[in-house]
């Protein structure tokens, strides 16, 4: 079965950059027709998605992020890793990676992203001076 495992550092400091990766076990990150994402959840708010990269390896970002994220993966090692530039105690959250996969719904003619299916269990990250 598919498995997701964040990893990287638990404290950041103000404008430096958050770089977290993400290990797939189970699966590749090169298999269409999967999205590999990062997610995150700050303390007493909702989800945020914040990208993915696809199975080519094109980064889809957030417009509440772009600016700031990016997105790397080394497929020898089915990992991807994302990168938060300039972070800020804001960025306080818990991050997770997951895996979905886009979804044609001939109703309304357009593609749904919503099918998740795998998830890491999260990774604690505290920015602070």
């Known amino acids: 079965q598919v498995q997701l495992q964040e990893s990287g550092p638990g404290l950041v400091k103000p404008s430096q950059t958050l770089s977290l990766t993400c290990t797939v076990s189970?699966?590749?990150?090169?298999?269409?027709?999967?999205?590999w994402n990062w997610i995150r959840q700050p303390p007493g708010k909702g989800l945020e998605w914040m990208g993915a990269?696809?199975?080519?390896?094109?980064?889809h970002g957030s417009p509440s992020f772009k600016s700031r994220t990016s997105m790397s993966r080394d497929t020898s090692k089915d990992q991807f890793t994302l990168h938060l530039s300039s972070v800020a105690p804001e960025d306080t959250a818990v991050y997770f990676c997951?895996?979905?996969?886009?979804?044609?719904?001939?109703?309304?003619?357009?593609?749904?992203?919503?099918?998740?299916?795998?998830w890491g269990q999260g990774t604690q990250v505290t920015v602070s001076s």
């Open positions: 189970g699966g590749s990150i090169t298999t269409s027709p999967y999205y």
């Open positions: 990269i696809d199975y080519d390896g094109n980064f």
């Open positions: 997951g895996r979905d996969q886009p979804e044609w719904n001939s109703g309304n003619g357009k593609w749904s992203y919503l099918r998740w299916d795998y």
